[in-house]
């Protein structure tokens, strides 16, 4: 199979970043249909479902997602896959889940800041214990002091007063769970793509998984709580599964050209900047200010860089990637 051609380093930072300004904006736009319709599950559960369905489209026109298909087809026959491969989909809505219910509140910023340290620390765990498809990886000095960064920036978050002060603790915490769930996502992602040799088929599972956890959670919520209010007609409020989709093939993409480091290094960037931007722009009602929310993002996005530098310099030496 011949090797794609390399694109120009500078044009796949740039599309890393616009991976996570996509992400920025998806958890704002699920943060704001969950305020309109004032059930975040609601909101979750139609963001996912859309995203499905336009997999389920672009898995069937592609060869790569109808062979994809196959392989996991047979996998889950022969046993080849099992069965906790299959349920990284659970992280998927769990993340739709918490834009949905704290955005709209608390902001892009925060969450964001919330999930970078989550995954930040999660990730040195599932490295350590060897979970991800690269096996075993060191545990550094320089990852161990990212992830404390990245606990500060949460602890900043956490000791803010105004307005967040009323805000539920776990609306504060459930962020940081999230990004957990992310950093174990990926892992699991990385290991089904392994056996199905696709990351889109990879996906298509994760949506599935998903949208079906979510369908159930919203359908109690509605028992519980009652009905969510009628759909608002505005067209935008429902484009989260489309930059769901988009952003995921774009990683798919990117990643063959600059690697897991530098592309998470470029989205987390782009996710924390267009967060702040965003927030600037159309303040949350339990936001803390735009001075406070600018410190913790900067203490995060230190976090990010100083766990990170060890693996570029490792990439240096080692030479190209297969």
Same mark, same amino acid.
Do not use: K
């Given at each position: 199979m011949t090797a794609p051609s390399r694109l120009p380093a500078g044009i796949a930072l740039t599309g890393a970043v616009l991976v996570g300004i996509m992400t920025a904006v998806q958890a704002r736009i699920n943060g704001q249909l969950g305020v309109r319709?004032?059930?975040?599950?609601?909101?979750?559960?139609?963001?996912?479902?859309?995203?499905?369905?336009?997999?389920?489209?672009?898995?069937?026109?592609?060869?790569?997602?109808?062979?994809?298909?196959?392989?996991?087809?047979?996998?889950?026959?022969?046993?080849?896959?099992?069965?906790?491969?299959?349920?990284?989909?659970?992280?998927?809505?769990?993340?739709?889940?918490?834009?949905?219910?704290?955005?709209?509140?608390?902001?892009?910023?925060?969450?964001?800041?919330?999930?970078?340290?989550?995954?930040?620390?999660?990730?040195?765990?599932?490295?350590?214990?060897?979970?991800?498809?690269?096996?075993? $990886? *060191? @545990?550094? #000095?320089?990852?161990?002091? !990212? /992830? +404390? %960064? &990245?606990? $500060? *920036? @949460?602890? #900043?978050?956490?000791?803010? !007063? /105004? +307005? %967040? &002060?009323? $805000?539920?603790?776990?609306?504060?915490?459930?962020?940081?769970?999230?990004? &957990?769930?992310?950093?174990?996502?990926?892992?699991?992602?990385?290991?089904?793509?392994?056996?199905?040799?696709?990351?889109?088929?990879?996906?298509?599972?994760?949506?599935?998984?998903?949208?079906?956890?979510?369908?159930?959670?919203?359908?109690?919520?509605?028992?519980v709580n009652g009905a969510p209010r009628p759909l608002p007609a505005d067209a935008w409020l429902y484009l989260g599964g489309l930059l769901g989709m988009l952003y995921i093939i774009l990683s798919a993409a990117l990643v063959v050209h600059l690697g897991v480091l530098l592309l998470g290094l470029g989205a987390v960037t782009g996710q924390l900047v267009a967060s702040l931007a965003i927030d600037a722009i159309w303040p949350a009602p339990a936001s803390p200010g735009l001075l406070a929310e600018s410190t913790t993002v900067v203490v995060a996005l230190a976090s990010v860089v100083v766990a990170a530098a060890p693996w570029r310099r490792r990439r240096r030496s080692a030479g190209p990637q297969a």
């Open positions: 319709l004032d059930d975040g599950l609601a909101a979750a559960a139609i963001s996912f479902g859309s995203g499905l369905v336009l997999l389920i489209v672009v898995s069937a026109i592609l060869p790569a997602g109808r062979r994809g298909f196959g392989r996991l087809v047979t996998g889950i026959r022969g046993r080849t896959i099992p069965w906790w491969m299959l349920v990284g989909g659970a992280a998927g809505a769990l993340t739709v889940a918490t834009q949905g219910l704290a955005v709209g509140l608390i902001g892009v910023s925060l969450f964001t800041v919330g999930v970078v340290a989550g995954q930040t620390v999660h990730g040195l765990i599932l490295d350590r214990i060897g979970y991800g498809p690269a096996g075993v $990886v *060191a @545990v550094t #000095l320089p990852r161990l002091a !990212g /992830g +404390a %960064l &990245a606990l $500060v *920036a @949460v602890a #900043l978050t956490l000791t803010r !007063g /105004g +307005a %967040l &002060a009323e $805000v539920p603790l776990w609306m504060l915490i459930l962020p940081f769970l999230t990004g &957990a769930g992310i950093a174990w996502q990926q892992a699991t992602n990385g290991r089904l793509r392994q056996r199905v040799g696709t990351p889109l088929t990879a996906t298509l599972v994760n949506f599935i998984g998903g949208t079906a956890i979510l369908l159930v959670a919203a359908a109690v919520s509605a028992g």
